[in-house]
Nanobody, 138 residues
Framework: QVQLVESGGGLVQPGGSLTLSCAAE????????IGWFRQAPGKEREGVAY???????????MYSDSVKGRFTISRDVAKNTVYLQMNSLEVDDTAVYTC????????????????????????????WGQGTQVTVSS
C-alpha cells in the first residue's frame, strides 16, 4: 500500500524557518513527481511547490508566486524523502501542508500560465498524505 507521511510541522515565529519532510512507503520517489499543497482554515487548497520526477523526468522545480524565493523543494533519493525548506515564514503561511505524488512529469511551461491549475491537473489522480500543521505566530 502506497503511503506518504509528512512531518516537521510546528509553531514558529514570523521570520523563522521550518523544514517539512514527505517520506514515502512502497513507492520510489525518484520515479514520481511531488507537490506540496497547503490549506488554511476557510480557504481553498493552494499548491505551493512542485518537483518533477528525476528518473524519467527533469527534476525541475516550480513554485507559486506566494512562496517563490522563500521556499525550496528538494529530493533525497537515498532517503526516499522530499523536503520543503521554508524560510522567512509569514503569518499567512499558517496552514496544513500536504504532499502529493504522481508519476506524470509536467514541464515548466505547464506551470507558467496558471500555476494552481497545473498543480491541480498534476495530482488529480495522485497519492496524498495526511498533512502536517504549520503555525506561524508571535
Amino acid at each position: 500500500q502506497v503511503q506518504l507521511v509528512e512531518s516537521g510541522g510546528g509553531l514558529v515565529q514570523p521570520g523563522g524557518s521550518l523544514t517539512l519532510s514527505c517520506a514515502a512507503e512502497n513507492l520510489r520517489l525518484s520515479y514520481w513527481s511531488i507537490g506540496w499543497f497547503r490549506q488554511a482554515p476557510g480557504k481553498e487548497r493552494e499548491g505551493v511547490a512542485y518537483i518533477n520526477r528525476s528518473d524519467g523526468g527533469t527534476g525541475a522545480t516550480m513554485y507559486s508566486d506566494s512562496v517563490k524565493g522563500r521556499f525550496t523543494i528538494s529530493r533525497d533519493v537515498a532517503k526516499n524523502t522530499v523536503y520543503l525548506q521554508m524560510n522567512s515564514l509569514e503569518v499567512d503561511d499558517t496552514a496544513v501542508y500536504t504532499c502529493a505524488a504522481d508519476m506524470a512529469a509536467f514541464r515548466r511551461s505547464s506551470f507558467s500560465e496558471d500555476f494552481q491549475a497545473a498543480m491541480t491537473r498534476a495530482f488529480v489522480a495522485g497519492h496524498w498524505g495526511q498533512g502536517t500543521q504549520v503555525t506561524v505566530s508571535s
